[in-house]
């Protein structure tokens, strides 16, 4: 798939990268709309873990996986695989990895440290 027009610059966006994923975020109301580009190669275990300071990712992400791949696995072992065109609903306390040569997109949406409360999601799987 052509990534172009997913890419592209976001209006209002503030960007960062971390661990070589990159981060777009931009405030909408009460909460915000995140382009989350996870690269090929990409693993929270490899990638973030030593730079957050936790054994899991800890947010719940939520949101649309506009292109790509990307498994997850929870603590307790469950495994959740997602791909492109895919709703995504993801509770805390998981590991994730881009599956695959494409790198992965999500459109993420969020409360900040709310999202679990705000959305009724599970605070684990």
Same mark, same amino acid.
């Not at 996986?65 to 993801?90: H, K």
């Given at each position: 798939? @052509?990534?172009?027009? !997913? %890419? /592209? &610059? !976001?209006? /209002?966006?503030? *960007? #960062? ?6 981060? @777009?975020?931009? &405030?909408?109301?009460?909460? +915000?709309?995140? #382009?989350?580009?996870?690269? =090929?190669?990409? *693993?929270?275990?490899?990638? !973030?873990? @030593?730079?957050?300071?936790?054994? %899991? ?11 790509? +791949? ?5 603590? @307790? ?7 492109? &065109? ?5 509770? &805390? ?5 881009? =599956? ?5 997109? %999500? ?5 900040? /440290?709310?999202?679990?409360? #705000? !959305?009724? %999601?599970?605070? *684990?799987?």
């Amino acid at each position: 798939m @052509d990534n172009a027009i !997913l %890419l /592209g &610059p !976001l209006k /209002g966006a503030t *960007r #960062r990268e971390v661990g070589g994923v990159q981060v @777009d975020v931009v &405030p909408t109301g009460n909460a +915000r709309v995140k #382009r989350i580009v996870y690269p =090929v190669g990409f *693993r929270w275990s490899k990638n !973030l873990k @030593d730079i957050v300071g936790t054994a %899991l990712c800890t947010h719940a992400h939520v949101g649309f996986l506009a292109s790509g +791949r990307f498994t997850i696995q929870y603590a @307790d072992g469950a495994i959740e695989e997602f791909v492109a &065109p895919q709703a995504v609903a993801i509770a &805390p306390g998981h590991d994730g990895w881009v =599956v695959g040569e494409e790198p992965a997109i %999500l459109i993420e949406f969020d409360f900040e /440290g709310e999202t679990v409360e #705000r !959305l009724g %999601l599970a605070s *684990r799987h």
